[in-house]
């Protein structure tokens, strides 16, 4: 279990470095639906069959496919663009790594929230007890969601539109 667990790691974190690293926006898109499965396999390992369904269904699924018709649609080939200067991305790769070393020792000092863990009884894999917590307990920040969704989708359209409207 330990050594799947190391693989699917591995796999998570090496597609992630190619979705940054890769130039062509659609081996990025690729490579970041690789690393929502291997995502997802983090999920069934810890027994959270339903979480790894949706986590398919909706990021690997519907937001891909949003995001690959935005690249599609943005034209993001343009051979004629420059580089950004040497001193600028010097910049953020030092801005990068403070942030990163100030995320690290955030994490070496933290101290854990939850000092004893009690089981309340639930399952919390029913999809009816997930219903009810979502739509009872947590209303305003899935209405959040959904209407950030619902912005995003109406800015892709938006940016779809722009060569239209210019000529």
Do not use: W
Not at 53 to 80: C, D, P, Q, R, W
């Amino acid at each position: 279990m330990l050594t799947l667990f190391y693989i699917l790691s591995a796999i998570t974190l090496g597609t992630a470095f190619l979705t940054i690293l890769s130039k062509n926006p659609i081996h990025s898109a690729i490579y970041l639906v690789l690393c929502f499965f291997s995502i997802a396999g983090h999920y069934l390992m810890f027994n959270a069959q339903f979480l790894a369904m949706v986590h398919v269904i909706v990021y690997s699924g519907a937001i891909m496919i949003l995001m690959l018709f935005t690249i599609m649609l943005m034209n993001l080939n343009k051979e004629g663009e420059k580089n950004k200067p040497l001193l600028s991305r010097l910049a953020a790769a030092g801005a990068f790594g403070i942030f990163g070393l100030i995320l690290i020792a955030a994490f070496i000092k933290s101290q854990p929230v939850i000092t004893k863990y009690e089981v309340s009884g639930q399952d919390y894999q029913s999809i009816n007890v997930l219903g009810k917590v979502l739509l009872n307990d947590y209303m305003i920040p899935f209405e959040f969601a959904s209407v950030l969704l619902l912005v995003s989708m109406i800015g892709a359209v938006l940016l779809s539109k722009k060569e239209h409207i210019n000529s």
